[in-house]
C-alpha cells in the first residue's frame, strides 16, 4: 500500500500511535520501590531524607524480603538537592549536609544491595516544597549529572512551570535529555493529570501521575487537576473509576495513582490500606510505598509482601482493572484482564477481580455476576482469595457474593473451569 514517497510519509504518520510507548528499556511493568515522601511525618512537612536514613531503608527492603518479591526502588522526593545551583557553573547538586559521602558513593551503596536508585526533580524553575532548583532551562546539563551520579529513575514535578509551553512539550524536551545521556533511566512525570496527560504520557515517559498528591485520608477535598476528584485514598478510587483506567495503561505507559500510604500511623486503617494496596494492585500501578518500612508490623507485611497480589500488579499484559458495577449502596464490582486473556478477552480463562464495599459507614452486600467478568454463559468458575491465599471452591453460574464492612474489598483470582463453554 505505501509505495509512492508521499505515501510512505502517510502511513508512517499513520502508524505512529501504535508504536508510541516511551520502550527506553527499563520498566516495563509497574515500578516497585520506596519513597521519602511521607515516611516518618505528614507528607513533606519535616524531611527525613539523609544517606543514613536512605541506606536504613534499603537494607530493610533487603532484609525484609520485600526485595525478593520485587521491590526495588528507593527514592528520594522533594529533598535531597542543595537549595541553591552553584554559583559560577550553575550546576544542580546535592545538600552536602544530608549527604556528606555524596550521591554517587551512596549510588553504589545501593546497588550493591542489588537496588535501584533514583531522585526528584521539576520541569519548572523550582521545585514544589521550600523552593530547590527545578530544571527548567538546564535540562541537558542536569540529565547529564543525574546520570554521571549512578541513578536509575527520576521523578519531574510541574510546580513553577513556565507558562506558555505546553506540559508534553516540557515533559518530551526533559525525556530527551535523559534519554540522551546513553543511562536507561526510568522517567516518571508528575504533572498531576493537567493537560490531557493521558493520551500522551506513555509517548514521553514510563509512568505519569493521573491525580494531585495523594494523601494519607481516605477522602480530602479536591484540589486543582483532577476533575473535581478529592485526594483520599477513597477519592483516587473513584476518580480511576471515571477515567476508565484499561483505556490508557499499557507496557512502558503506566497510570501512576500516588504513593501508597500503607499503615499511615493514626489515619490509614487497616481495613483502608489494604483497599488502597487492592486497587493498586489491580490498576497495575506503581507499587512505591511511602510510610516506613522498617520494623515492619505483622499486618503491614501482610500487605506489602504477598505475592499472589504483587503478580496480578506485575502481570506481563500491564491492563489496568476497571470498574463493571457501581451501586448506590456502596456496592461496586472491578475487572482486571490478564496477560493470558489479552488477546481474546471473551475466551480467557484467567482474570482478577475485586468485590468493594465503597461505604463510609454500612456493611454492604455485594453481588458480582460472570456477566461482569465478561464469561455470560460460564457456569463453573474456580475463586482463589488473593490476600487470605486460599481457595474458596468452584461457584456455578449465581456468582459470588461477599458481605463487607464500609471501604473493604474482596479480592480474587477467577478461573473459568467449564471449558467447553467458553466463548459462548
Ligand atoms: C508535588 C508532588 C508530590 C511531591 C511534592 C514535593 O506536590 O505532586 O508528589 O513530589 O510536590 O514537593
Known amino acids: 500500500v505505501c509505495s509512492s514517497d508521499l505515501l510512505i510519509a502517510l502511513c508512517i504518520i499513520a ?30 512537612a519535616i524531611d527525613i531524607c539523609e544517606e543514613s536514613l536512605i541506606l536504613s531503608i534499603a537494607e530493610a527492603m533487603v532484609s525484609s524480603g520485600m526485595h525478593s518479591l520485587g521491590y526495588q526502588y528507593i527514592l528520594m522526593d522533594d529533598c535531597w538537592s542543595a537549595q541553591e545551583r552553584d554559583p559560577t557553573t550553575g550546576a544542580i547538586t546535592w545538600n552536602v549536609d544530608q549527604f556528606p559521602s555524596g550521591l554517587p558513593a551512596i549510588a553504589e551503596k545501593i546497588h550493591n544491595l542489588g537496588l535501584k536508585f533514583g531522585l526528584y526533580t521539576c520541569v519548572g524553575t523550582y521545585t514544589c516544597k521550600e523552593g530547590r532548583p ?18 536509575d529513575f527520576v521523578k519531574a514535578d510541574f510546580c513553577s512551570a513556565p507558562s506558555g509551553i505546553p506540559p508534553e512539550e516540557l515533559y518530551h524536551n526533559f525525556s530527551a535529555a535523559l534519554n540522551a545521556t546513553g543511562r536507561p533511566i526510568v522517567f516518571s512525570l508528575c504533572e498531576w493529570g493537567v493537560g490531557d ?8 515517559g514510563n509512568e505519569f501521575r493521573v491525580q494531585m498528591d495523594h494523601l494519607p485520608v481516605w477522602k480530602f477535598p479536591p484540589k486543582a487537576a483532577g476533575e473535581g476528584f478529592g485526594q483520599g485514598t477513597g477519592d483516587i478510587i473513584e476518580y480511576m473509576g471515571y477515567i476508565d483506567p484499561v483505556k490508557w495503561s499499557q507496557p512502558w505507559g503506566i497510570l501512576d495513582p500516588d504513593f501508597l500510604m500503607t499503615l499511615f ?9 489494604r483497599t488502597e494496596y487492592t ?28 505475592p499472589e497480589v504483587i503478580a496480578i500488579n506485575q502481570d506481563p499484559g500491564v491492563k489496568a482493572g476497571y470498574r463493571v ?24 480463562s484467567k482474570k482478577a477481580m475485586v468485590l468493594y464495599n465503597a461505604n463510609d459507614i454500612s456493611t454492604t452486600v455485594v453481588h458480582a455476576t460472570w456477566a461482569q467478568a465478561g464469561w455470560p454463559n460460564a457456569t463453573a468458575v474456580h475463586v482463589r482469595n488473593l490476600w487470605e491465599r486460599q481457595d474458596m471452591g468452584v ?10 464492612v464500609a471501604h473493604d474489598v474482596l479480592y480474587i483470582l477467577l478461573t473459568r473451569q467449564d471449558e467447553a463453554e467458553r466463548g459462548k
Not at 15 to 27: C, E, I, K, Q, T
Request: charge should be negative; aromatic fraction near 12%; hydrophobic fraction near 40%.
Open 265 to 273: 500511623p493514626y489515619t490509614m486503617s487497616f481495613t483502608d490500606s
Open 15 to 44: 502508524l505512529l500511535p501504535l508504536v508510541s510507548a516511551y520502550n527506553n528499556g527499563v520498566a516495563r511493568l509497574p515500578v516497585m520501590g520506596w519513597n521519602t515522601w511521607c515516611t516518618d511525618d505528614i507528607c513533606g
Open 197 to 204: 496527560v493521558l493520551s500522551w504520557g506513555h509517548t514521553v
Open 279 to 306: 486497587f493498586w494492585s489491580l490498576w497495575s500501578a506503581p507499587l512505591v510505598v511511602a510510610t516506613d518500612i522498617r520494623g515492619m508490623s505483622p499486618e503491614k507485611k501482610y500487605i506489602l509482601m504477598n
Open 395 to 404: 461457584y456455578g453460574e449465581e456468582g459470588i457474593t461477599a458481605t463487607l
Open 134 to 151: 527545578g530544571s527548567y532551562g538546564h535540562f541537558e546539563e542536569d540529565a547529564k549529572a543525574i546520570a554521571s551520579w549512578g541513578m
Open 325 to 348: 458495577m457501581n451501586e448506590s449502596s456502596g456496592a461496586q464490582v472491578w475487572i482486571k484482564e490478564l496477560e493470558e486473556s489479552s488477546s481474546s478477552s471473551s475466551t480467557s
